[in-house]
């Protein structure tokens, strides 16, 4: 079965502080994506990267980067020197057969 | 381009009543997602449409339905209102299976 864990449910910093989401994925096909999303106080869920399966290159966008490993079978989000507009429910995704099965969400908080 | 429109955002029914939601998708997106998020099962599929087929379904009761138009405007409907059926209902559309999915802002349902 596919399945995704997201196994911090909270995680605070202070600002400036770096901080890792894990996400960890469980699938048996050989092609597949996985995604993440942030869902700020407001509940729109926002895009944020989408990496294919064949893909194991570093993502580096400005303060975020994502780091797939295939041999663990993770996809984590790395957010550098974080800020206050960082906190939001984060949740990571694998798309399969065109539907999202998703984690159950990290909520980071970020203090100043 | 405008993004992912539902209306209506905000909705408060009575347990055995039915309700409609609507899903307008960014222009030029033929599939339609539709998603359920409550606080203790988290983000769950509903059912996806692409040119007005339905190609996925999730693990919902018959109460759960929805349709698309030619327009790939997408209308979902929950008969029989049950109080667990309580939820943002989220829309979301996508140019490809497999590419990113777009979020609209929700539609907060809640039944008394």
């Known amino acids: 079965a596919q399945k995704v864990t997201q196994a911090q449910t909270e995680i605070s910093v202070v600002e400036k502080e770096d901080v890792t989401l894990d996400c960890v994925y469980e699938?048996?096909?050989?092609?597949?994506?996985l995604f993440w999303y942030k869902q700020p106080p407001s509940g729109e869920l926002v895009f944020l990267i989408r990496r294919n399966s064949f893909d194991e290159q570093n993502e580096i966008s400005g303060r975020y980067s994502w780091n797939f490993q295939k041999s663990t079978s993770s996809f984590n989000f790395t957010i550098t020197a974080s800020q206050v507009v960082d906190s939001a429910v984060y949740f990571c995704a694998l798309n399969q057969g065109g539907k999202l099965i998703f984690g159950q969400g990290t909520e980071l908080s970020v203090k100043p | 381009k405008a993004g992912v429109t539902q209306t209506p955002r905000y909705l408060i029914k009575t347990r055995g009543q039915q309700v409609t939601l609507s899903c307008s998708p960014i222009s030029g997106h033929r599939s339609v997602s539709w998603y359920q998020q409550t606080p203790g099962q988290g983000l769950q599929f509903l059912f996806e449409y692409f040119s007005e087929t339905q190609r996925n379904k999730g693990n919902f009761p018959g109460r759960f339905s929805g349709r698309q138009f030619s327009n790939s405007r997408s209308e979902m409907n929950v008969s029989t209102l049950e109080l667990g059926d309580s939820a943002l209902y989220l829309c979301?559309?996508?140019?490809?299976?497999?590419?990113?999915?777009?979020f609209g802002p929700g539609t907060r349902l809640t039944v008394t």
């Open positions: 979301a559309s996508s140019l490809l299976e497999g590419r990113e999915q777009y």
């Open positions: 699938t048996r096909d050989t092609t597949y994506y």
